[in-house]
């Protein structure tokens, strides 16, 4: 049976229109048809390419073309890990343990570099505290969600969350992951350049490493969706590296400053970013996220080895010197650009 929040709130990503129930599927007035997995919406568009492989594995696991035997619930066709981390989630299902298996070796690849000495061993959910004021039931849309930690957060300050995400994989450990915390989420597997909503239909947007894997084109189709969904007055927050930080410009001279490829992350300048959410969505202020890398947060401290302890610390007080001196926003590595949607 399919969930009736979809129903009343999601929209044809081809036509914008509404949808309606047809057996395990969602359709529109126009006949497009999406499959709905395991009550799990798969919106993704078959007629545009996809940004990322694992979004056309989506797309196959969601019309039963393509299944992975080893563990057919947990969707391993569509999860953007190494096989050999595939054999480590199997054999992790196994057993009991507190962390979802997908999760905990899903987690550097959704948390960061700085996370890779947690995988295969994570022991609880890294979930921060979402930066944004109280949702008092307002709608927020996580865009790139993964396995769902900014979901959680922002359904645990008060917003009426839903989570989007191309990898069917990362989406159902998602909402395992919300079921097993108490945390009432909504799921759908879509793409963020074609938002299967209304227009001005949501309060906010958030998204947080992850338009930064994207080409400049697809990046702005993207920010250009958000603004289509929200409401006037709506609140898009989106974290971004930075051209000139300097863990930023390390990664940078490490490929010859060459032009980024594939899914590999593309660094935009303060002005970059200024121009693409003043066109989309409004005018945009900045906010310093940290120093020295993309997606250490302040909360997963105890996670963390003595090294990186110092790491996290240091960026922290420059995060704070920062809203004093503006010049240290721009050798930020990462930053959050936050745009109201204009009227």
């Given amino acids: 049976m399919i969930d009736s929040w979809y129903l009343d709130n999601l929209a044809c990503p081809v036509d914008r229109g509404a949808l309606s129930a047809a057996g395990d599927a969602l359709c529109c007035a126009h006949g497009h048809r999406y499959p709905v997995v395991d009550g799990v919406p798969v919106m993704l568009r078959p007629d545009v390419p996809q940004t990322i492989e694992l979004a056309a594995a989506s797309l196959r696991r969601a019309t039963g073309e393509e299944i992975d035997g080893r563990a057919p619930a947990l969707h391993l066709e569509s999860l953007g890990i ?17 962390v979802d298996p997908v999760v905990a070796y899903l987690v550097a690849a959704t948390n960061g570099l700085m996370y890779q000495h947690l995988i295969g061993g994570l022991q609880t959910y890294p979930i921060p505290a979402i930066t944004l004021e ?10 790139g969600c993964s396995w769902g930690r900014w979901t959680i957060a922002a359904q645990r300050a008060g917003y009426d969350a839903v989570g989007l995400d191309p990898s069917l994989g990362a989406i159902m450990a998602a909402r395992r992951v919300a079921q097993q915390l108490g945390v009432p989420a909504h ?36 920010v250009a969706e958000m603004g289509r969904v929200l409401k006037p007055g709506g609140l898009a927050r989106v974290q971004m590296p930075t051209r000139f930080g300097v863990r930023c410009l390390y990664h940078q001279a490490r490929r010859g400053f060459r032009p980024a490829s594939g ?20 005018p945009p202020r900045f906010e310093v996220d940290g120093y020295f890398g993309i997606g250490l947060q302040v909360s997963d401290e105890a996670l963390m080895p003595p090294r990186l302890r110092r790491v996290l610390r240091l960026s922290e007080r420059l995060k704070a010197w920062s809203r004093r001196w503006r010049p240290l926003v721009l050798v930020a590595d990462s930053v959050f650009v936050e745009s109201v949607a204009q009227a």
């Fill in 263 to 282: 899914f590999e992350v593309r660094y935009w300048s303060i002005r970059a970013l200024s121009r693409l959410f003043r066109r989309h969505v409004g």
């Fill in 82 to 98: 190494s096989d050999d981390e595939k054999r480590g989630v199997v054999a992790m299902a196994a057993t009991a343990g507190a």
């Fill in 134 to 143: 109280p949702g008092r039931g307002r709608r927020l849309l996580d865009v």
């Fill in 187 to 222: 799921y759908v597997c879509a793409d963020a350049r074609h938002l299967p909503f209304p227009d001005r239909s949501l309060d906010a947007a958030y998204s947080y490493s992850v338009l930064q894997h994207l080409s400049p084109d697809d990046a702005t189709a993207s």
